[in-house]
């Protein structure tokens, strides 16, 4: 990173990280689009019947789209924490979606049936009974923290899907508060970015959205190295 003194220097970097996280938020935007669009259109024709049938490109999408190119967001913002010299970032997000695509699609297909479990589940039993539904809908926010670590992890490390799964499960239980700030940190740019500040979602959400969650649990794997080692 170039150094520059006073107020020149403070600017040049605040400018450089805002390109950062805009070039990779757009590259996964660009790369998300036609599932960006399914959802879209669900949401302009509401949950109604014909919603079944948003199913079935969202389950194609889900897998070999969202996981591999959410995957390769992680790796790419995990670089800048670790301060690992990156070619371009663009270079750096292509390099990491060709690399892991076939590991991230198997991922992918494993993350989709969890996810397809939990929306039957829930919505089975939101119509039946009230209680059972908000027990559901406290499931999917553990899921959604759960499956934001399995990213960390696949990021972060070199394990089997059964591994990552495992790890990501002892990782959110383990630790109620980093899975509290992952949770809270997620909600807080959603509802900022899609019912405040629209531009931030082309432009920032998911960027911001994988470098919190990868720094909060990038932290708790030091912490967690150093008990170890100590």
């Not at 989709?112 to 479990?117: A, E």
Request: hydrophobic residues 60%; aromatic residues 20%.
């Amino acid at each position: 990173m170039r150094e520059m003194p006073g107020l020149a220097g403070t600017l040049y970097v605040y400018a450089e990280w805002l390109m950062r996280f805009s070039a990779a938020n757009i590259l996964w935007f660009i790369a998300n689009l036609p599932l960006l669009f399914v959802l879209f259109s669900v949401y302009l024709n509401g949950f109604t019947k014909g919603f079944v049938w948003y199913l079935l490109p969202i389950a194609g999408l889900f897998p070999a789209v969202l996981v591999p190119s959410t995957i390769a967001l992680f790796a790419t913002v995990r670089e800048w924490i670790i301060q690992k010299d990156q070619p371009s970032i663009t270079k750096a997000y292509l390099f990491h979606a060709k690399a892991n695509y076939r590991k991230s699609l198997f991922s992918g297909i494993f993350l989709m049936g969890i996810w397809l479990v939990w929306l039957v589940d829930f919505y089975f039993f939101k119509a039946a009974n009230g209680f059972f539904g908000l027990l559901f809908a406290f499931i999917g926010l553990f899921l959604f923290v759960c499956t934001l670590n399995f990213f960390s992890l696949s990021a972060h490390f070199d394990m089997t899907q059964r591994s990552l799964m495992k790890n990501a499960f002892y990782v959110t239980i383990g630790n109620p508060l980093l899975s509290l700030f992952i949770l809270a940190s997620n909600l807080a740019i959603f509802y900022v970015s899609t019912a405040k500040l629209l531009f931030l979602l082309p432009l920032f959400a998911a960027s911001i959205s994988a470098y919190l969650s990868f720094l909060a649990f990038y932290r708790f794997a030091l912490k967690t190295k150093k008990k170890i080692t100590a």
